[in-house]
């Protein structure tokens, strides 16, 4: 059997678009189609919702979170205040031969295999740098390098008719609609400091090489969290953070890029040191490192990575990456932890002369900002990746049972002797609770291996024994292991299996 090995990824990749999970967008029919865009197809979409309604069961809900919706379109306005028309931006150079643009400290870093970070350093260093350690063009080999661009990654627009240059872009971050609403939802939700907002959104950013499918998009989407709070009262999650007590954190601090080594800090330890800055923020950081233990990522492939001066985004004071580690990808941020200050709103204040202030036992305080910002596209690429498993009888996903595109599948043994009849009425009386798949072509073992390369945790079959003594099988697709039970327990067994017993005692 192999787990996560070396080759999974192609192999994913290749099932996710033989069996719907996602693909390529427009290239089955237009092969030049522009990189970066992917369709989720019905078992891909399906997860998806599911991982958003967890997030909004175990983070929202619990901390009273104020979701909303903004545009993917908003004014250039906006982003000069928010400083992205100034600061996000890669860095271009050309080949002197071949004229490939490429991104300057990707070369570099692929070429020297450095953890080393280059973001710091300025176009000239970097350009000495390529053309001192000869890095050489991917493409043809050349080693000549005309001068570093700056290219900025928003996709700009011209709304309207009259427009005739861009006013408009695509957000490249659902933050800055949160922000520039943030005063009239904490008014309309009666809020007070700590605020929670949140947004479910697309975004969009013109990589200059998007590659390896869901990791680096054009187009993708993020769960945010918005925390504003008061930075002189965080008091309020001194006793939020005993829920924690002895939870151990996973962090690779700046001083240890070089060994990679992986400092452990319980809560109160991280909290005390100073290393986490505040309550609210040891507490978020330890909500997400759990809730993702909960979608089934192992702790000891987790960890916070400490970005470094130069590294950090231009918002931020503090700043992680929540990271998981896979044999075919290393380590890969799967969401964005940053302590924004009151970088936003005080930027919004100044370009559009609202003050964003707000009443707090302590008077007018403009909020500061935390955000923990999930890339839900990764996640989903990286829990394929985790779950794959190849035998010499069968490929399956292992996913976390509630994860699953179908909970259960449905089959008459054969199609024949009245059991398809008796298989349909069985899954429609449980399609009432469970997300149900019915399939009664072909071989029962090829529908089992269907169902197993698509992470379907249960299969239920109706055969002959069905019509005499009204029992059904359930099949466990890890152990591929099956048990009788009555139909009218089959329910109750299903539910007790999904929410993770094992098969015997369902
Ligand atoms: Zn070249």
């Known amino acids: 059997m192999t787990g996560p090995g070396a080759s999974a990824f192609n192999e994913v990749v290749a099932l996710a678009a033989r069996r719907g999970f996602f693909w390529p967008s427009s290239r089955d029919l237009y092969s030049d189609a522009p990189a970066g865009f992917w369709v989720y197809g019905p078992l891909g979409l399906r997860v998806k919702n599911k991982i958003i309604d967890m997030w909004r069961r ?12 903004t545009p993917s ?28 643009r490429l991104r300057a400290d990707k070369l570099l870093e692929e070429a020297t295999g450095s953890q080393i970070s280059l973001e710091g350093l300025s176009d000239e260093e970097l350009h000495d740098l390529l053309v001192g350690r000869g890095v050489r063009c991917p493409v043809c080999g050349a080693s000549e390098w005309t001068g570093i661009r700056r290219f900025n990654l ?15 872009a695509l957000r490249p971050e659902t ?30 950013r013109n990589e200059i ?15 945010e969290v918005h925390v504003f709070f008061d930075p ?5 999650y001194e006793s939020k953070l005993a829920e924690f007590s002895g939870y151990r954190l996973r962090f690779l601090r700046g001083e240890d890029r070089e060994t990679g080594e992986i400092t452990e ?37 987790l960890r916070y990575r400490e970005l470094l001066e130069g590294e950090k985004a ?59 910002s999930i890339g839900i596209d990764r996640v989903i690429l990286h829990l394929l990746l985790l779950s794959y498993r190849r035998d010499e009888r069968r490929v399956w996903l292992a996913l976390p049972r509630e994860l699953a595109p179908y909970d259960v599948a449905v089959f008459p043994l054969v199609k024949k002797d009245g059991l398809p009849e008796r298989a349909v009425e069985v899954a429609r009386r449980l399609s009432r609770e469970f997300a149900v798949f019915y399939d009664d072509k072909g071989s029962i073992g090829k529908r089992y291996r269907r169902m197993d390369e698509v992470g379907t945790p249960a299969c239920v079959t109706v055969d002959h024994r069905t019509l005499e003594d009204s029992t059904v099988t359930i099949r466990d697709r890890d152990t591929m292991e099956q048990v009788r039970v009555p139909e009218e327990r089959l329910a109750d067994s299903l539910r007790r299996f999904l929410s993770g017993a094992d098969l015997r005692e369902a």
């Open 154 to 168: 928003m996709f700009t627009l011209a709304v309207g008719a009259e427009a005739e240059s861009p006013n408009a």
């Open 232 to 236: 002189e009262d965080t008091s309020a």
């Open 175 to 204: 933050t800055q609609g949160s922000v520039v609403e943030f005063k009239r939802t904490f008014t309309v939700s009666r809020g007070k400091l700590p605020f929670v907002m949140a947004q479910v959104g697309r975004v969009y």
């Open 265 to 301: 800090m319980t809560v109160e330890e991280a909290l005390s040191s100073g290393y986490t800055v505040n309550p609210l923020i040891t507490y978020w950081l330890a909500l997400y490192q759990r809730f993702f233990e909960e979608l089934g990522f192992p702790r000891d492939r």
């Open 58 to 69: 175990r983070i929202l809900a619990r901390e009273g979170a104020q979701e909303i919706e």
């Open 314 to 372: 231009h918002y931020a004071l503090v700043h992680w990456d929540l990271e998981v580690y896979t044999e075919d990808l290393g380590w890969v941020e799967l969401v964005n932890n940053a302590y924004r200050t009151d970088y936003d709103l005080s930027g919004h204040s100044r370009v559009s002369g609202v003050d964003l202030s707000v009443d707090t036992p302590r008077g007018k305080v403009l909020p500061h900002l935390y955000e923990p």
């Open 73 to 100: 379109v908003l004014p250039l306005k906006v982003f000069e205040a928010s400083g992205h028309l100034e600061h996000f931006f890669d860095r271009l150079v050309e080949c002197g031969r071949c004229h490939s």
């Open 209 to 223: 090489s998007p590659r390896r499918a869901l990791l680096r998009m054009r187009e993708f989407q993020q769960l």
